[in-house]
Each structure stands twice: as structure tokens, then as C-alpha cells.
């Protein structure tokens, strides 16, 4: 079933509203890559205009940057701590924006979108 961001028969307040049309291409949404921790794999994703998206489907490595040393290590994640889009994400071990995990060198905060971007960059909280 795909998603769809078009006009939904309802108006702002809930009454009803008669749709002037059926649905349209550029109205389609998609479905949110969720992305997971393990094994890297990643899919591409056409856009309108030809352009693609690089999906990551699940990731063990992030980009992590070190304010303190102002340096980037690319280190493995250990385990998702916290995420704040849901408490269920972390026992199911998906990583969005804003997700904690634990990697090598400590504490991360993840500050790219995994599912939209392809990769996972992280600032790092607490060292170890």
C-alpha cells in the first residue's frame, strides 16, 4: 500500500470535504527506511527528476566527531542507548536523528537522518 500525501477528504477542523481529484505521482510518500544496527546494508531509492536517495538499512559504523580533539573517527556501534522519536526504537535497534548509542569511544549523540542520508554521523558525548 503506498503512502500518500495528498488531500485527505478533511478539512483542518475534521468536517468533510469532497475531493476534485483522484491521486497523483508526485502526491506519492514512501515508507521509512527504519534503519536498523547490524550488518551494513544500504538501498537506493529513485526521486522524482532522477535523482536517488541512498538508504541505509541497517549500520555498525558511525562517523563519530570528537569536539574535544575536534577530530572524526569511523568507529563500530556497541548498542543503542536512547532514542527520543521513540523508547520502542531502542528495544527494536533502530537508530534515527537524535538516537544515543554506545560505540568505542563512548557515548554518541547520531546527528544525520540514517534513513534519508545513508550514513551515520555522530558527535560524541561522553568519552570513555
Known sequence: ?????????????????????????????????????GPEKKHFTEMKGGEFKLRSASADYANVYDPSS??????????????TASPHFVRRGIMTKG??????????????????HGVVNAVLVKGK
Open 1 to 37: 500500500m503506498p503512502v500518500w500525501h495528498g488531500d485527505k477528504g478533511k478539512r483542518k477542523t475534521g468536517g468533510a470535504m469532497t475531493t476534485s481529484r483522484k491521486k497523483r505521482k508526485f502526491e506519492l510518500g514512501s515508507n521509512p527506511a527504519m534503519t536498523k544496527f
Open 70 to 83: 575536534k577530530a572524526t573517527k569511523r568507529v563500530r556501534i556497541t548498542d543503542i542507548i536512547a532514542n
Open 99 to 116: 538516537a544515543t548509542v554506545e560505540t568505542e569511544l563512548g557515548l554518541a549523540r547520531v546527528s544525520s537522518r540514517p534513513s534519508q
